[in-house]
């Protein structure tokens, strides 16, 4: 039971690179994905800063060989496709492993981007709409479409705990590997950025006009994103038993829950205080040995201060570890954003890294926490904590370390 | 996986049948032969604050006292987790941010519907409710929805992690959506289960919640002590010999079964892949529910409900029968799947003095 959980393969795609190599030549550079283009057909999209992956659906299609072409696939299937795909292939892992593999997907909003195609046609009439797009719309529709695609027969689920997801997908893996259930699970989140989204954000007017200031004390508020990030975790009996080398260790994970209020964050960040003193505590490690903590930090007034106030609850000013958001760079891609935060954790620990928190220039009065705003290279980083905090008060922290 | 303690210690569903106050178990029960199937839902105003409930859907506050009275059961206990499936989650407040989203063109939308329409809003709902800090999950993935959840609050009691787990399960029907449903053909096939020819079955809905807990009381319900989850059968490998081998992990055998309870739809394509089932436990009782309760991505989870009741009464309930071999209820598997995909086996037995 008490055997770790192992990181032998990653994957992603976001609007800063379509694979882990693209990725990493973006964080060299500092690059940022948020631009006032956009493919999407939205009149908020138009006037707002979003960090979109700028390839069509047609595009993406093409770049995962074995897909049917008169098969309807969300974009949130076909972007987890992608990095799904990338993660085994990163892994190592045979057609056999699959097949005995789970498969722990995560989204938020799910195929709405057909659904929401499908909807406008159907209110005109009930007898309208192509029923291959409402097909796609609802969130467990792209964890069958990866597992079709990867040969995964064993389990399959999905999470969707809004901003969360992806870092309770690997929670919820880690149990399975933990508990005997699967030896190899992929884990993940996706989330394509549609109309409904971002108006619904927008409605909460937490949409910034102006690109994302995590942290900074004139933040205006968050720039949409849209990527998927994927893991394979596996056992130490499954790592010996292929013979491969693991990236890192899944070493501990909190989940807590804010109880505060459907879409605020509480003023003392109790869900969030909670979440990361859980991750810390369950890999038994000390807060001091933390290397660098990848902040969920939106740029919303309301999350990065409380989540600043909870970070100096556990640390102390003194003691905090470098901090910074990746945000500003990768947008915030909700349910995909724990799986592009624990890539990027991933790759700080191989390549010595700890990343920007662009766009910030002054701190938060009441906290006064200064992140890290260039890229810093040559550090020894073993222990990550990695930070998603969503809506409904769904908090969690993943603690990455180095094997 | 075998479990050694996992208890239900509490239980409760607002369900299209009258499981909320329990009268269904007597007899009590509706005819489902209308549209699509109503939940039947409380008095609010017993158990929920007025505001709150003008401002929830219906889903919502099915979920929320369908969870109070599952905890009061667990006697006010606070769990250490509240995990929820839903396979479409808030439909009524997601049709209405929809619908005000294209007719305005994208503009003045007011963020309620928003804020009320994400999957999480239910566990979220909940843990407000009664100030629970601790972990809070949601699993939306088609057929198991509900079950991932159940699975993985028993590995937070078999891990020690956790003593308590509030497993939830909530879906609702909009006319909208039966509609579209009905034209994908889906749930609503006026086949029907066999046997049962003047009972087709259509589009459930409903909250179920069920306090599970490492903890064995007197008033515990019934344990669950085996259970699995398999998306497709591996190749070479049949139903048959799946369960059985899943039932000699927990060293029983088929006969040994009392009541089985299955998730037939009254879809043939769906159906079929239960036959091998049904002629696997010929000794068993044979039970179904969904000409009762509805289907839906969650309808599963009215079985858990049903299944631990019928162990703590030790009652069959007439209405579900498909075939009575006259056997006390003390070891029940409860079966379901989708066209041959989306396994999930449960043993529950009473709980050992």
Redesign the interface.
Known sequence: ?SSRVLITGIGSVSSIGLSIQELTDSIVTSSSGVSRKTRLD???ARTLPTAQIQLSDEELKKRIPGLSSKQVYSRTALLGMLAASEAIANAGLAPSDC?AAGLV?ST?A?GMDK??IF??D??TS??K?N?KF??TH???DA??QI?ALLH???????????CSSAA?AMI?AA??I????CDIVIAGGSDAIC??TI??F????ILSDEDCKPFDKNRKGLNLGEAAGYFVLESEASVKRRGVKPLAVLSGYG?????????ASSPNG??AY?AMMQAIRTSGFEPAEIDYINAHGTGTQNNDLSESVALLRIFTESNLPPVSSTKAMTGHTLAAAGGIEAVLSVLAIQNGWIFPNKNFSEAIEETGIIPVTELQTNKSIKHILSNSF?????NSSLLISAC | MLIRNVYINGLSAVSVQPTFDESFLDGNSKDPSFVYIKGLEPDYKQYLNPTASRRFSRLIKMSLVAAQKSIAMADGVMPEAIITGTGLGCLEDTEKFLTALIESNESMLSPTAFIQSTHNTISGQIAMMINCYNSNYTYSNRYFSFESSLLDGILMLEDRSCKHVLVNAADEVIPSVHSILKRMQLWDRRECIQQQASMPVTIGEGAMSMMISSEKKDTSLAQIKAYKLLYTLPAESSIEGQIKSFLEEAALSVSDIDVILLGMNGDASNDCYYTPVQSLFTESTQLVYKHLFGESFTASSFAYWLSAQIIRTKKIIPSCVLSDKNRTPKHMFVYNQFRGKYHSFCLLSDVEV
């Open positions: 039971m939205s009149i908020l097949n997907n938020s799910g659904g929401e909807y406008a159907y209110l009930a007898n709409g029923l409402a097909q609802d969130c467990g964890a069958e597992a995964i027969e064993q389990y399959i689920t999905t999470i969707s705990t809004a309770n919820h149990r399975l933990k508990a005997g259930i109309k409904f108006n619904g927008n409605s909460l007017m989940n807590a829950c804010d109880a505060y209020h459907q879409t109790e869900g909670l969503g809506f409904g008060g769904n």
